[in-house]
């Protein structure tokens, strides 16, 4: 399983970017797959999380952030509203395959100025 993200960039505060997922290789439509971010001296942190059970998101996201998945595409989405400097991060894609193993993607970075 492959997972390439893209979508990242720089934006002012209070703007909007969609970020993509495109896997390749053994994921079920069913399997979940999620997003997570990373700023510079801090832990990764889960953002949100879509599987056959519906979506979840973490607090410091939610009404903001909006996750979806387009299995005929393998691909999978997070449409980000909103942004404010502490969303600043490098996002990572993860999901588990058929194998029941977890994949990464090799990250986009998230720029949001104040």
């Known amino acids: 399983v492959q997972l390439v993200e893209s979508g990242g960039g720089l934006v002012q505060a209070g703007g909007s970017l969609r970020l993509s997922c495109v896997a390749s290789g053994s994921i079920f439509s069913r399997n979940p797959m999620s997003w997570y971010r990373q700023a510079p001296g801090k832990q990764r942190e889960l953002v949100a999380v879509i599987s056959s059970g519906g979506t979840s998101y973490a607090d410091s996201v939610k009404g903001r952030f909006s996750i979806s998945r387009d299995n005929a595409r393998n691909t999978v989405y997070l449409q980000m509203n909103s942004l404010k400097p502490e969303d600043t991060a490098v996002y990572y894609c993860?999901?588990?395959?058929?194998?029941?193993?977890?994949?990464w993607g090799q990250g986009t970075q998230v720029t949001v100025s104040s």
């Open positions: 993860k999901a588990v395959g058929n194998d029941y193993n977890t994949y």
